[in-house]
């Protein structure tokens, strides 16, 4: 069983009609649907949170028994707060996954794991297409999918993406501008796993994407917790038998 919680800021919907037309339930409420169209015999259970519960939805409660947090964050990363952004992290280092959609490249949490600005380059238009292509194939994100996913209305993100070079890069999207991206990367922090994942722009129904849904469904299963110890630091006193 993987504990799943789908974290928005849920703002666009709330003051673009543009938005609400399209998500009326909230971006959250469709990457859940989507992880349950992708569930193989409940093996998530998900809860969704959003910036304007209190504590942002991420209660020490909820935090501890999230195996996996999915991130979207674009208008109020700012008043994300610092605190809940430490606890965060720390749940990151302790092990728990941690997934990033599309403009929570530049949130809090995501900037703090990075050590790195996350800026990029970007164009909005009212109908470009994305091809991510899968240049990993034997990755354990790439399961059951075809080698090319292509989108009809994608906002363009472009490099230089300022992240530090990724462990694996699983996507690399090509646009009708010319532009490439990194946009399928992992990376390990502490115990826990980061997988960023851009399409997701918010006026476009990308989350009601059979594959754009089986692709996070799949980021959730890999970034999963471990069942390994944690390792122990600080001082550490002379064994009490020494090998010879």
Not at 6 to 16: C, D, F, L, Q, T
Not at 194 to 215: A, D, L, S, W
Request: include cysteine.
């Amino acid at each position: 069983m993987i504990n799943v919680t789908v974290w928005h800021e849920y703002r666009h919907e709330k003051i673009h009609k543009e938005v609400s037309d399209v998500y009326p339930q909230g971006m959250h409420s469709a990457i859940a649907e989507g992880l349950r169209a992708n569930d193989h015999g409940g093996e998530f259970t998900i809860r969704t949170a959003t910036l304007d519960e209190p504590e942002h939805g991420l209660t020490d409660e909820v935090l501890n028994s999230t195996d996996v947090l999915i991130w979207w964050g674009h208008l109020a990363h700012h008043e994300v707060s610092d605190a809940i952004v430490d606890k965060v992290v720390k749940r990151v280092w302790q092990g728990m996954g941690l997934v990033v959609l599309h403009s929570g490249h530049f949130s809090k949490p995501f900037k703090r794991l990075m050590g790195t600005g996350c800026d990029l380059k970007w164009r909005e238009s009212e109908r470009e297409i994305e091809r991510l292509w899968l240049v990993a194939p034997a990755h354990p994100i790439a399961s059951g999918l075809p080698e090319m996913i292509q989108l009809e209305r994608e906002e363009m993100y472009g490099e230089h993406f300022d992240i530090p070079a990724p462990d694996e890069l699983v996507f690399v999207s090509w646009f009708e501008g010319g532009e490439v991206f990194r946009s399928g990367c992992t990376w390990q922090r502490g115990n826990g796993r980061i997988f960023y994942f851009r399409p997701g722009h918010e006026t476009f129904p990308t989350y009601f994407n059979p594959q754009v849904r089986h692709v996070i469904s799949n980021g959730v299963r890999w970034a999963a917790p471990v069942n390994t110890p944690q390792p122990k630091r600080g001082h550490h006193p002379v064994p009490l038998q020494k090998l010879n």
